[in-house]
Nanobody
Framework: QVQLVESGGGLVQAGGSLRLSCAASGRTFSSSAMGWFRQAPGKEREFLAEISWSGSSTYYADSVKGRFTISRDNAKNTVYLQMNSLKPGDTAVYFC???????????????????WGLGTQVTVSS
């Protein structure tokens, strides 16, 4: 089991940037794919980005492709989500998650991830 803690959320104006971090503890972090999801009020949890255990492969949802970048530092047990060109529609609680495998192939769903953080709020004002 991997324990996850997100940080870096906050309030930002449209067009701005934020960098989310997810600190992990547990023996399996470096062998697990990691993902970022978000959930807005009244909506289902939405997949955003995934990175393989080594960091060599990434996959993005169309809604964030070209604006968000996922990365990881296995030496620091941390995964990041760099978010640029933020829009009010990006407002949500953002979660990181650890997969049960080294890489999750399409389609990526929350069920593919066995460990979750508590989330960090991102609010984008217009």
């Amino acid at each position: 089991q991997v324990q996850l803690v997100e940080s870096g959320g906050g309030l930002v104006q449209a067009g701005g940037s934020l960098r989310l971090s997810c600190a992990a503890s547990g023996r399996t972090f470096s062998s697990s794919a990691m993902g970022w999801f978000r959930q807005a009020p009244g909506k289902e949890r939405e997949f955003l980005a995934e990175i393989s255990w080594s960091g060599s492969s990434t996959y993005y949802a169309d809604s964030v492709k070209g604006r968000f970048t996922i990365s990881r530092d296995n030496a620091k047990n941390t995964v990041y989500l760099q978010m640029n060109s933020l829009k009010p529609g990006d407002t949500a609680v953002y979660f990181c998650a650890a997969a049960k495998v080294a890489f999750v192939y399409y389609p990526v769903t929350p069920r593919d991830f066995g460990s979750w953080g508590l989330g960090t709020q991102v609010t984008v004002s217009s």
